[in-house]
């Protein structure tokens, strides 16, 4: 598809369980974000990669969470030992992240649909 | 104090209205600004964005920056129904590479016919 992709849309899980997240990002972006949206809320950031750089992991909430990146393309958000307050929506976004003709930044980040997580 | 502040609302406008929706910030680094419309249980799409101070029109909508008073505005004209959405605010703080984005905790528009 064109777009970003998320699966699964939607994941129930008990509480202690893990959990594996994935993200199709749009082909040919470098830069792929996960963001964690609970209800009323922002976006909270959770990790960022832009192409062979290191991940800035920095909004990583604990220990429990960790992400990767294979070759470049598709990343898997991975929590372990879910608890309750990890319930929210995961989104997913990637960006072409270059300069423009005019030096400046193609800001645009798509966002896919969401994995809705509820942790029971 | 969070790095970007917008008052989640709710807004109720009739078909027709102006709408003002506003953000501040503390982080002078803050560089590209942009609007991001969200649809309920959809993810978020990018609307406008600013780089540096001034003003952006495209359409019925208006972004405006103001970097002295670290403060944003999107301005929607005419508004319509199918406005109706969530909006947030993001920011970045990179030159060469977007970064993350910071985001506002969004502003839920409702635009009533």
């Known amino acids: 598809g064109a777009g970003v992709s998320q699966s699964p849309s939607n994941k129930v899980t008990e509480k202690g369980k893990d959990v594996e997240l994935r993200c199709d990002p749009i082909?040919?972006?470098?830069?792929l974000y996960w963001y964690r949206q609970s209800l009323g809320q922002g976006l909270e950031f959770l990790i960022y990669?832009?192409?062979?750089?290191?991940?800035?992991k920095s909004g990583l909430p604990s220990d429990r969470f960790s992400a990767e990146r294979t070759g470049g393309s598709v990343s898997t958000l991975t929590i372990q030992r879910t608890q309750q307050e990890d319930s929210a929506v995961y989104l997913c976004?990637?960006?072409?992240?270059?300069?423009?003709?005019?030096?400046?930044?193609?800001?645009?980040?798509?966002f896919g649909q969401g994995t809705r997580l509820t942790v029971v | 104090q969070k790095e970007v502040e917008q008052d989640p609302g709710p807004l109720s406008v009739p078909e027709g209205a102006i709408v003002s929706l506003n953000c501040t910030y503390s982080?002078?680094?803050?560089?590209?600004f942009m609007w991001y419309r969200q649809y309920s249980r959809k993810g978020p799409e990018l609307l406008m964005y600013t780089y540096s101070s001034g003003n952006k029109e495209d359409g019925r909508f208006t972004a405006q920056v103001d970097k002295s008073s670290k403060y944003i505005s999107l301005f929607i004209r005419d508004s319509q129904p199918s406005d109706s959405a969530t909006y947030l605010c993001?920011?970045?703080?990179?030159?060469?590479?977007?970064?993350?984005?910071?985001f506002g905790r969004g502003t839920q528009l409702t635009v009533w016919p």
């Open positions: 993001a920011m970045s703080d990179r030159g060469s590479t977007l970064g993350r984005l910071y």
């Open positions: 082909s040919g972006h470098t830069a």
């Open positions: 990669f832009q192409g062979n750089s290191a991940p800035d």
């Open positions: 976004a990637s960006s072409l992240d270059a300069l423009t003709g005019r030096g400046r930044l193609n800001t645009e980040a798509f």
């Open positions: 982080n002078s680094a803050f560089q590209y």
